[in-house]
C-alpha cells in the first residue's frame, strides 16, 4: 500500500529527478490511488517545492504540465492508498515540517500518532492535514534542528515511532540526498551510475537499473549520487546485500494490450514456463531456490499450514489437494490474518508455506513470524525479489511470473500455483513418496501446460462474447468441486474485484445444505467440471448438480474438458478447455473465468488494472 520512489543524481539540467519521479510512480501506481505528490529540491540550496493531487496520477501529471515544477537533483515520489485522512489534496504526501525544510512521504501507519500529534501542538506546532504522516515531518525538523544530519536525525525519530512504516524524506540544504527508514514496510535500493533510487519495490526503477540493494528490517539509508550509507536503528553501519533484478522492464509494460489485467493474462503460459524453468539438477532431481533449512529437518515434517490471503490462498487450495495426494502429509490452508490469532498447532515438525506475490503483504508476514516464534520452518513463494517475506524465511521458492501490476492477480496465480506443486514434487521425491520416474512424469504433464493455456487464450472470443452480453448481471454463481473449488473462488473473487458484481464460490456439493435457495430463473451459473477420466464419480455427481439448478431455473456456464460432451445437454454455454490430468487442471480452467471477469468489467466501462477501493500490496494488517 502506498507507492513510495526516491532519486537523486548529479545534474538538475536535464529534469530527470521528476521523469524518474513520475515514472516510478506510474509503475508503483498499483499500490494505491488515491493522490499522487513529488517533491523536488533544486542544487543550489534555495527551493524545496512539492506538488500534490488527490485521484489518480493523471491528475498530478495535468497540474504539473499546467505548472512546470523547477529542474532539481533529487526528488521523491508517492502514491496513496488513504490511511488517516480522506483522499484529498491536502492529505495527499509528501508532507512539509513547518518552516517548509523537510518533505516526507510514508508508506505504513504511525500508530502512536496521535500522542506525538499532540506533544507537537502542546510545543505551539501546527499540524494543517489530519494524516500520522504529517507529525514525522514536523518532529524531523525539530530533531535535524539539534542534530544537522538529515539521516542521523531520521534515525532518532523513527526510533520513536510505533507502527510501520517506510519513510523518505528530502532537505532543502541537502540537494543531493534522499534518506529512507523502513520498519515492517519496504524498500529497495537501486544502484546507479552517477545516480542512485529508493523504490517500494524494484518495479519502481527497473526502467533505470537492475542493480539493486535489500535493506533489512529497522534500517536508515541515505543516498547521495555516488554513494549509498545504510545503519540500522541503532546507528551502526550495515552492509546491505546486492542482488540483480531478473525483470525485464518491458515486462512492465502494456506492450500492445489495452489493459495489463489483459497483458498479464496472456503472460500466462510464460509466467508458468518460467516458473518451471531451470529447476532440476544434472541428475534430474528437483532444486529449490534458497534452502536454508537441513533437508533432514524437512523429511521430519508432519502437517503443512499455507498462509496467504486472498488469491494466493486460493492457489494454496489448490496446491493442497497435490501435496496430500503426492506426499501424504496433511495440508491445512489458512487465511494469514485468521492465523495467529487463533493460536494454532505449531512446532518444529511443522513446515509453514507462505504465499505472497508481492513478499510484503502484511498478514503473510505476520503470521511467517508467528510460525517461527513457534519454532516452525517456514518457506517462502514468492514472485517479487527483495522484498521482506523471502528474507524472513528459512527458504524460498520463486515464482517467475514477472512484475505484476494490475492490482487484480492473475498470472501471479498460476505461476504460485505451478510452484506448490514443485513444492509437493520435491518434498515426495525428499521423503520417497513418489519414485523419481513418477516425479519426471508429473514435471512433464506440467511443461505440457503452458501450450494448453495458449489454447485457450487463443479460443478466449467466445468467452468474451459472453461476458459483453452479461454485462448488466447483478450477481453470478461459481460452482466447483475437489480442485475445481478453489477455481471457482478464485473466479468469484476475480469478478467482485474487476465488475464490481456481487459473486459466490460455492463447493458444488455443499449446494444442497443451503446455496441452493439463491438460485432462481435466469441466475448466472458457472460450473467447473472435473474430467471424466477423473476418480470417483466426482464428474457424474457434479453433473447432477447442474441438473438440480438447472431444474429450478440457474442459467448454466459450464467450463469442461474437451471431448466431454456429457455436458452438452445440461449447459446453457460450454467452454472446453484441454485435456489436463486432474491436479493440474487449476492452471487451465480458471483462465476461462479471469478472461470473463476482464471482458465484463471492460464492457461495464471499468478501469481493470485499478479497481475501486484496492492495492495490490497490503501492508497495513
Ligand atoms: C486478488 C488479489 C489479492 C492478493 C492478496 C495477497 O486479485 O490480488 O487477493 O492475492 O492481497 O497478495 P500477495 O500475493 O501480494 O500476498
Same mark, same amino acid.
Given at each position: 500500500?502506498?507507492?513510495?520512489?526516491?532519486?537523486?543524481?548529479?545534474?538538475? %539540467?536535464?529534469?530527470?529527478?521528476?521523469?524518474? %519521479?513520475?515514472?516510478?510512480?506510474?509503475?508503483?501506481?498499483?499500490?494505491?490511488?488515491?493522490?499522487?505528490?513529488?517533491?523536488?529540491?533544486?542544487?543550489?540550496?534555495?527551493? &524545496?517545492?512539492? #506538488?500534490?493531487?488527490? @485521484? !489518480?496520477?493523471?491528475? =498530478?501529471?495535468?497540474?504539473?504540465?499546467?505548472?512546470?515544477?523547477?529542474?532539481?537533483?533529487?526528488? *521523491?515520489?508517492?502514491?496513496?492508498?488513504?490511511?488517516? @485522512?480522506?483522499?484529498?489534496?491536502?492529505?495527499?504526501?509528501?508532507?512539509?515540517?513547518?518552516?517548509?525544510?523537510?518533505?516526507?512521504?510514508?508508506?505504513?501507519?504511525?500508530?502512536?500518532?496521535?500522542?506525538?500529534?499532540?506533544?507537537?501542538?502542546?510545543?505551539?506546532?501546527?499540524?494543517?492535514?489530519?494524516?500520522?504522516?504529517?507529525?514525522?515531518?514536523?518532529?524531523?525538523?525539530?530533531?535535524?534542528?539539534?542534530?544537522?544530519?538529515?539521516?542521523?536525525?531520521?534515525?532518532?525519530?523513527?526510533?520513536?515511532?510505533?507502527?510501520?512504516?517506510?519513510?523518505?524524506?528530502?532537505?532543502?540544504?541537502?540537494?543531493?540526498?534522499?534518506?529512507? %527508514?523502513?520498519?515492517?514496510?519496504?524498500?529497495?535500493?537501486?544502484?546507479?551510475?552517477?545516480?542512485?533510487?529508493?523504490?517500494?519495490?524494484?518495479?519502481?526503477? *527497473?526502467?533505470?537499473?537492475?542493480?539493486?540493494?535489500?535493506?533489512?528490517?529497522?534500517?536508515? $539509508?541515505?543516498?547521495?549520487?555516488?554513494? $549509498?550509507?545504510?545503519?540500522?536503528?541503532?546507528?551502526?553501519?550495515?552492509?546491505?546485500?546486492?542482488?540483480?533484478?531478473?525483470?525485464?522492464? #518491458?515486462?512492465?509494460?502494456?506492450?500492445?494490450?489495452?489493459?495489463?489485467?489483459?497483458?498479464?493474462? +496472456?503472460?500466462?503460459?510464460?509466467?508458468?514456463?518460467?516458473?518451471?524453468?531451470?529447476?532440476?539438477?544434472?541428475?534430474? +532431481? &528437483?532444486?529449490?531456490?534458497?534452502?536454508?533449512?537441513?533437508?533432514?529437518?524437512?523429511?521430519?515434517?508432519?502437517?503443512?499450514?499455507? /498462509?496467504?490471503?486472498?488469491?494466493?490462498?486460493?492457489?494454496?487450495?489448490?496446491?493442497?489437494?497435490?501435496?496430500?495426494?503426492?506426499?501424504?502429509?496433511?495440508?491445512?490452508?489458512?487465511?494469514?490474518?485468521?492465523?495467529?490469532?487463533?493460536?494454532? /498447532?505449531?512446532?518444529?515438525?511443522?513446515?509453514?508455506?507462505?504465499?505472497?506475490?508481492? @513478499?510484503?503483504?502484511?498478514?503473510?508476514?505476520?503470521?511467517?513470524?508467528?510460525?517461527?516464534?513457534?519454532?516452525?520452518?517456514?518457506?517462502?513463494?514468492?514472485?517479487?525479489?527483495?522484498?521482506?517475506?523471502?528474507?524472513?524465511?528459512?527458504?524460498?521458492?520463486?515464482?517467475?511470473?514477472?512484475?505484476?501490476?494490475?492490482?487484480?492477480?492473475?498470472?501471479?496465480?498460476?505461476?504460485? *500455483?505451478?510452484?506448490?506443486?514443485?513444492?509437493?514434487?520435491?518434498?515426495?521425491?525428499?521423503?520417497?513418496?513418489?519414485?523419481?520416474?513418477?516425479?519426471?512424469?508429473?514435471?512433464?504433464?506440467?511443461?505440457?501446460?503452458?501450450?494448453?493455456?495458449?489454447?485457450?487464450?487463443?479460443?478466449?472470443?467466445?468467452?468474451?462474447?459472453? %461476458?459483453?452480453?452479461? #454485462?448488466?448481471?447483478?450477481?453470478?454463481?461459481?460452482?466447483?468441486?475437489?480442485?475445481?473449488?478453489?477455481?471457482?473462488?478464485?473466479?468469484?473473487?476475480? =469478478?467482485?474485484?474487476?465488475?464490481?458484481?456481487?459473486?459466490?464460490?460455492?463447493?458444488?456439493?455443499?449446494?444442497? +445444505?443451503?446455496?441452493?435457495?439463491?438460485?432462481?430463473?435466469?441466475?448466472? $451459473?458457472?460450473?467447473?467440471?472435473?474430467?471424466?477420466?477423473?476418480?470417483?464419480?466426482?464428474?457424474? !455427481?457434479?453433473?447432477?448438480?447442474?441438473?438440480?439448478?438447472?431444474?429450478?431455473?440457474?442459467?448454466?456456464?459450464?467450463?469442461?474438458?474437451?471431448?466431454?460432451?456429457?455436458?452438452?445437454?445440461?449447459?446453457?454455454?460450454?467452454?472446453?478447455?484441454?485435456?489436463?490430468? /486432474? &491436479?493440474?487442471?487449476?492452471?487451465?480452467? $480458471?483462465?476461462? &473465468?479471469?478472461?470473463?471477469?476482464?471482458?465484463?468489467?471492460?464492457?461495464?466501462?471499468?478501469?481493470?488494472?485499478?479497481?475501486?477501493?484496492?492495492?495490490?500490496?497490503?501492508?497495513?494488517?
Amino acid at each position: 500500500m502506498c507507492g513510495i520512489v526516491g532519486y537523486v543524481g548529479a545534474q538538475e %539540467a536535464n529534469g530527470r529527478p521528476l521523469e524518474v %519521479a513520475m515514472g516510478g510512480l506510474a509503475r508503483l501506481e498499483y499500490r494505491g490511488y488515491d493522490s499522487a505528490g513529488v517533491a523536488l529540491v533544486t542544487a543550489d540550496r534555495s527551493r &524545496l517545492v512539492t #506538488a500534490k493531487k488527490a @485521484g !489518480k496520477l493523471v491528475n =498530478l501529471s495535468e497540474a504539473l504540465a499546467a505548472q512546470p515544477l523547477p529542474l532539481a537533483t533529487a526528488s *521523491i515520489g508517492h502514491t496513496r492508498w488513504a490511511t488517516h @485522512g480522506a483522499p484529498n489534496d491536502l492529505n495527499a504526501h509528501p508532507h512539509l515540517s513547518a518552516d517548509g525544510s523537510i518533505a516526507v512521504i510514508h508508506n505504513g501507519i504511525v500508530e502512536n500518532f496521535a500522542v506525538l500529534r499532540a506533544e507537537l501542538a502542546s510545543r505551539g506546532v501546527t499540524l494543517v492535514s489530519e494524516t500520522d504522516t504529517e507529525v514525522v515531518a514536523h518532529l524531523l525538523a525539530e530533531t535535524y534542528a539539534q542534530t544537522p544530519d538529515l539521516a542521523e536525525a531520521l534515525r532518532l525519530v523513527a526510533r520513536r515511532l510505533h507502527g510501520t512504516f517506510t519513510l523518505l524524506a528530502v532537505h532543502v540544504d541537502s540537494p543531493s540526498l534522499v534518506v529512507g %527508514a523502513r520498519h515492517d514496510s519496504p524498500l529497495v535500493v537501486g544502484l546507479g551510475e552517477g545516480e542512485n533510487f529508493l523504490g517500494s519495490d524494484v518495479a519502481a526503477f *527497473i526502467a533505470h537499473t537492475r542493480e539493486a540493494m535489500e535493506l533489512g528490517q529497522d534500517q536508515v $539509508v541515505s543516498i547521495t549520487p555516488d554513494e $549509498v550509507r545504510v545503519m540500522d536503528f541503532d546507528g551502526n553501519q550495515v552492509e546491505p546485500r546486492r542482488f540483480t533484478v531478473d525483470w525485464d522492464a #518491458a515486462a512492465a509494460e502494456k506492450g500492445g494490450f489495452a489493459s495489463f489485467m489483459d497483458k498479464e493474462i +496472456h503472460d500466462q503460459p510464460q509466467a508458468v514456463a518460467d516458473t518451471l524453468l531451470g529447476r532440476t539438477d544434472a541428475a534430474g +532431481h &528437483l532444486v529449490l531456490d534458497d534452502l536454508r533449512v537441513d533437508e533432514a529437518v524437512l523429511r521430519q515434517v508432519d502437517k503443512i499450514i499455507v /498462509v496467504a490471503c486472498g488469491t494466493a490462498a486460493y492457489a494454496g487450495q489448490v496446491a493442497k489437494y497435490a501435496i496430500e495426494h503426492w506426499c501424504r502429509i496433511p495440508v491445512e490452508v489458512e487465511l494469514a490474518h485468521e492465523f495467529r490469532y487463533r493460536d494454532p /498447532v505449531v512446532d518444529s515438525r511443522t513446515l509453514v508455506v507462505a504465499v505472497s506475490q508481492s @513478499g510484503e503483504t502484511m498478514d503473510t508476514l505476520m503470521a511467517v513470524r508467528h510460525a517461527r516464534e513457534q519454532g516452525a520452518k517456514v518457506l517462502a513463494i514468492v514472485n517479487t525479489h527483495g522484498s521482506t517475506i523471502p528474507r524472513e524465511s528459512d527458504a524460498v521458492l520463486y515464482t517467475h511470473a514477472g512484475p505484476e501490476v494490475a492490482v487484480a492477480s492473475t498470472k501471479a496465480f498460476l505461476a504460485q *500455483i505451478t510452484a506448490a506443486y514443485l513444492l509437493g514434487l520435491y518434498l515426495a521425491q525428499l521423503r520417497g513418496t513418489k519414485f523419481t520416474d513418477e516425479v519426471t512424469t508429473i514435471l512433464d504433464e506440467l511443461r505440457a501446460v503452458p501450450e494448453k493455456i495458449q489454447k485457450v487464450l487463443d479460443g478466449a472470443e467466445t468467452i468474451r462474447e459472453t %461476458a459483453r452480453a452479461m #454485462a448488466s448481471t447483478t450477481s453470478v454463481l461459481f460452482l466447483g468441486r475437489h480442485v475445481g473449488y478453489p477455481v471457482a473462488m478464485e473466479g468469484a473473487l476475480k =469478478l467482485k474485484e474487476l465488475a464490481y458484481i456481487h459473486a459466490e464460490g460455492f463447493a458444488a456439493g455443499e449446494l444442497k +445444505h443451503g446455496p441452493i435457495a439463491l438460485i432462481e430463473e435466469g441466475q448466472p $451459473v458457472f460450473v467447473v467440471v472435473p474430467s471424466p477420466r477423473g476418480r470417483d464419480s466426482l464428474h457424474s !455427481k457434479v453433473i447432477s448438480s447442474i441438473q438440480e439448478i438447472r431444474a429450478r431455473g440457474a442459467h448454466t456456464l459450464v467450463i469442461a474438458e474437451e471431448g466431454d460432451d456429457a455436458v452438452l445437454p445440461f449447459a446453457d454455454e460450454v467452454f472446453f478447455v484441454p485435456q489436463t490430468p /486432474v &491436479l493440474l487442471a487449476p492452471l487451465v480452467s $480458471v483462465v476461462p &473465468l479471469q478472461i470473463f471477469a476482464c471482458e465484463l468489467a471492460t464492457a461495464k466501462g471499468l478501469d481493470v488494472d485499478q479497481p475501486r477501493n484496492l492495492a495490490k500490496s497490503v501492508t497495513v494488517e
